[in-house]
């Protein structure tokens, strides 16, 4: 038999409460009246009343590349209640930002501005703590701001701004700079890593819980159906076979036997870092195990089934694969004898412009963000030159092909809208993007044969660091994505420096050497001019510099002056001229005293201006600590101290006439 009690009076949150039985009053209804035997007591307590925090945000603190027609979210501890100006917009070139407010049961708050972001931006989202109060219990404020500062991204067109597209030897040499350098995750080290990546990347366009494969066409549940998860594997009905307890693995669509297959997780590289190549997610695709397995490390070509190639079939599934088992078309086909795989139609662009990606991104030499040595990956039709790399540490060159049918696969199976957002998704982890999928027009420069255009093509670089710091980069430091075409070997490369930076200084020597320190308390763009030169003519660059902004702690300005006020006379005392932030950070402001500052007085953690109107029992003289504090997540702070003397005589005492 189960009780409900039902208090008459609501306990008070925080409280601690004990319920007690009484044994005596307790008496079973069967036979002989039996009471209880024992009073029954048990205690609880109730959650307290805490202010409500920021839990999370889009963006998150110190996110880049945020799309500028985004909206902003801001999502609380529990329900509360936004007073105006409670949440604030500003940026550095569209200023501050209106927006319309929604939310969903007054916990998680999105806000859509009323115009979109300027592109390469700075933005900063506020939260005003004493404008944020919950809504259980007695009312309480957010103790503190919150600010969250993001960069809004530069956009696709200009993106691609820094690439020379009017030769061969320019292109190929521009667009390498733009798209080298990326941020590499581990293949499966670490979190995310690249099954997260493609599961994101390669989800079914249909069912967002489920993950599309390369070559089968079939789906699968995200995670559980990998190769060693806990699910039973999917179910994928192809055209005259239906397979069951099918799983996926992550295929290598330019096979890391071919150039980095042997450095994967970690062991040789810097820090430990993970192997670009390996774990590029522009050419990994989940796959079907099976399917991956037939493909192995063979190169893409045209299969025919009259020259003995097997069909991998596919399942028909958001309107492609499936349909008669006939060549070419709708399935896969493969052969060992002959070396080749070939996707089915839909896919074949897809592979085409991943391997196109690969020979642009990796042309060898250094990555100047980390010192990792990275491969020259290289397309061709020469089945001669397409050999396994073995062996374990770093191979400086692989081959992949064959050219011309990827070239004509290409043009064959056009960009899709599904290949555009996998290219977004990617790009918002990697930072970086597949220009084939933006500029198909451009592969029939890259890959035509010969590859005309100057000897010596220089390339603008980035490099990072943060304010206050001197960024020191040996040789080939400026020269590092520097191209040059001449015929081995090479004449020697110099650089001179011919613009000097805006925002610090600069100093080049001729290897490419550099060093440079920006002026105190800078953070932001900056960079310099150089000329590269050798024996074939000279070429200009820029190298970019990317200064991080360091927090400025607030500081005290001059001192507070002591105060002396009597009781009943209003006190109004402003403090926040006392403080300053070089970040422009909004201060909140709290008080302590010795002793105890009197309930009558209170400060404005907004304005911090210290007031009230003493009673007659508050007199007495009081040492005032007042406390600027940096919104969270920062911990900046910074105290001044004065004395308060409150003198027990109030002027009501005459405003009746007694003298």
């Not at 300027?118 to 009312?139: F, K, R």
């Not at 086909?333 to 897809?350: C, M, N, Q, T």
């Not at 890959?447 to 960024?471: H, I, K, N």
């Not at 422009?584 to 002793?595: A, E, F, H, K, R």
Request: proline residues 7%.
């Amino acid at each position: 038999m189960v009780w409900t009690f039902d208090p008459t009076a609501t306990p008070l949150p925080g409280e601690a409460c004990t319920v007690t039985v009484v044994a005596a009053n307790v008496t079973d209804l069967d036979g002989a009246i039996d009471p209880m035997a024992a009073n029954l007591v048990f205690g609880f307590s109730l959650a307290p009343d805490l202010p409500p925090t920021v839990t999370s945000s889009f963006p998150q603190n110190l996110d880049v590349n945020i799309a500028a027609a985004s909206n902003l979210t801001v999502v609380f501890s529990e329900p509360v209640t936004l007073a105006a100006g409670a949440l604030t917009i500003s940026c550095s070139l569209s200023g501050d930002h209106s927006y319309a407010l929604s939310n969903n049961a007054q916990i998680n708050y999105t806000l859509d501005p009323a115009i979109d972001f300027t592109l390469s931006e700075d933005c900063t989202l506020d939260v005003i703590g004493a404008l944020v109060t919950d809504l259980d219990g007695v009312s309480d404020a957010m103790v503190g701001n919150q600010q969250v500062r993001f960069s809004i991204g530069a956009g696709l067109a200009a993106y691609y701004d820094r690439v020379d597209s009017s030769s061969c030897r320019a292109l190929r040499a521009t667009l390498h700079g733009v798209i080298d350098d990326h941020t590499a995750y581990f293949y499966s080290n670490g979190s995310p890593n690249t099954w997260a990546i493609l599961e994101i990347a390669d989800q079914d366009p249909l069912d967002s819980s489920r993950v599309l494969d390369i070559y089968q066409n079939c789906s699968y549940a995200k995670v559980a159906d990998r190769v060693g998860g806990a699910g039973a594997g999917a179910t994928c009905v192809n055209t005259t076979t239906t397979r069951t307890g099918v799983r996926y693995n992550r295929e290598h669509s330019w096979p890391n036997s071919h150039g980095f297959g042997g450095v994967q997780e970690t062991g040789v590289f810097p820090n430990n870092l993970p192997n670009a190549p390996y774990t590029d997610t522009h050419m990994l695709f989940a796959s079907d195990e099976h399917w991956n397995s037939d493909r192995g490390n063979k190169p893409y070509a045209n299969c025919p089934q009259a020259s003995g190639c097997t069909a991998d079939e596919t399942t028909a599934y958001t309107g492609q694969g499936g349909g008669p088992v006939s060549y070419p078309g709708h399935h896969n086909w493969f052969s060992a004898a002959l070396d080749s795989f070939e996707p089915f139609d839909a896919r074949k662009g897809d592979v085409a412009r991943a391997q196109m990606y690969m020979a642009v991104r990796y042309d060898g030499g250094v990555n100047t963000q980390n010192g990792q040595p990275e491969p020259d990956l290289i397309l061709t039709d020469s089945r001669s030159l397409i050999t396994s790399t073995t062996g374990a540490g770093f191979k400086p060159m692989g081959y992949m092909g064959l050219l011309t049918d990827l070239l004509a696969w290409h043009a064959g199976d056009p960009v899709t809208a599904a290949e555009v957002l996998r290219n977004n998704v990617i790009e918002s982890f990697q930072g970086n993007r597949n220009p084939l999928v933006d500029h198909p027009e451009w592969a029939s420069v890259l890959f035509t044969e010969p590859c005309a255009g100057p000897l010596l093509v220089a390339v603008d670089d980035d490099f990072a660091l943060t304010e206050d710091s001197v960024l020191n980069r040996p040789t080939p430091g400026a020269l590092s994505d520097d191209h040059q075409f001449s015929a081995p070997p090479l004449p020697a490369l110099t650089a001179t420096l011919l613009t000097p930076a805006l925002h610090g200084s600069a100093s080049l020597n001729a290897d490419g050497s550099f060093s440079y320190a920006p002026v105190a308390d800078y953070c932001g763009k900056d960079s310099f001019v150089y000329t590269a030169a050798d024996t074939s003519g000279s070429d200009q660059g820029v190298v970019h510099l990317d200064i991080a902004c360091v927090n400025d702690l607030p500081t005290a300005v001059g001192t507070l002056a002591d105060v002396t006020a009597d009781a009943g006379s209003l006190l109004q005392i402003p403090t926040a001229a006392a403080f300053s932030d070089a970040d422009g950070d909004l201060l909140v402001y709290s008080v302590s005293s010795t002793p105890t500052l009197p309930t009558s007085l209170s400060i404005d953690p907004v304005s911090g201006e210290l007031g009230g109107t003493p009673l007659l029992a508050d007199a007495g003289v009081y040492t005032v600590s007042v406390r600027a504090s940096e919104p969270a997540p920062l911990t900046g702070l910074v105290t001044q101290t004065f004395t308060l003397t409150l003198n027990g005589i109030s002027v009501l005492l005459f405003q009746s006439g007694f003298e």
